[in-house]
């Protein structure tokens, strides 16, 4: 694969994010600075108010840094315009929130494909349809297409939540303690399915986890405490299997 190795895919350089509340001003993340690279499954592991929310918002572009740089392929998208990033966002990135409800009225399908309510796909050969019963099929949840949430278990429930993320064909998925609800079974179907799509399709998965276990099926771990990068750890067992 050609890939411009001077260039990462993402990095932040000195990104700090202080929030003003009316007691006074909060640090989430201070003097954090990492690169990560398409087909990269990166955990952040911390203890509650460490900062993983922050931080993965910051890469999404759903908040700016206060101090520092974020930069995606090159192009500073912590200056662009909100309006800029609006097409920026829905072209790069998905999101998978922990307590990702789809909504009720919709069926399976009807939720995977609901990001094209709000857009329409661009440069897309082939029926979108088609593709989002692909995709939920390759989730294991072939028998589920035209079930209604209500209907689903926990973990069939986020493993909607990653078919609604893979329609978009994002370079990046960012997820944000995506097994926190889950049985062992669904953890680790959810972080062997971002190990199998950041390999077969190049994407860079970030996602938060309190869960060792799951971490340690990423590429790398990178420990945050008090908003502070503690280190970063590069998984040996790769890919790894308990
Ligand atoms: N919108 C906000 N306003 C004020 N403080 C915030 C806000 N978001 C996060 N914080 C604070 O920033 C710190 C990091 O929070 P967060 O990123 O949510 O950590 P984590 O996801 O690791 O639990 C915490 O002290 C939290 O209270
Ligand atoms: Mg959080």
Redesign the pocket.
């Known amino acids: 694969m050609d890939k411009n190795n001077s260039t990462p895919f993402l990095e932040l350089r000195e990104v700090n ?1 202080t ?3 009316a007691s006074g001003q ?4 201070e003097h954090i600075s990492l690169t990560i690279e398409k087909g990269e499954l990166v955990a ?1 592991v ?12 910051i890469i999404g572009s759903l908040d700016r840094p206060s101090k520092g740089e974020v930069i995606l392929e090159g192009i500073r998208i912590d200056m662009l315009s909100e309006e800029d990033l609006v097409h920026f966002r829905r072209e790069k990135f998905s999101f998978i929130f922990q307590d990702a409800k789809p909504l009720r009225m919709l069926n399976v399908l009807e939720n995977t494909l609901l990001p094209f309510n709000f857009f329409k796909p661009k440069n897309r050969n082939g029926n979108i349809k088609d593709e989002g019963i692909e995709i939920i099929k390759s989730l294991g949840l072939g028998h589920r297409i035209y079930h209604m949430p209500s209907q689903l278990s926990g973990g069939e429930i986020q493993r909607v939540a990653i078919a609604r993320a893979l329609i978009t064909h994002p370079a990046m998925i960012l997820a ?2 995506p097994t926190a609800n889950l049985d062992r079974d669904n953890r680790l179907f959810v972080i062997d399915t971002f190990r199998k799509l950041s390999k077969e399709k190049d994407i860079a998965v970030v996602f ?1 986890t309190h869960d060792l276990e799951v971490a340690n099926r990423a590429d790398r771990i990178v420990h ?1 405490k008090d ?1 502070v990068f503690l280190k970063d750890e590069i998984i040996s067992c790769n890919p790894c299997r308990v």
């Open positions: 994010k929030f003003s509340l909060v640090t989430a993340l952040l911390g203890p509650s108010g460490s900062g993983k929310t922050t931080l993965l918002n944000d303690e938060s945050l908003g």
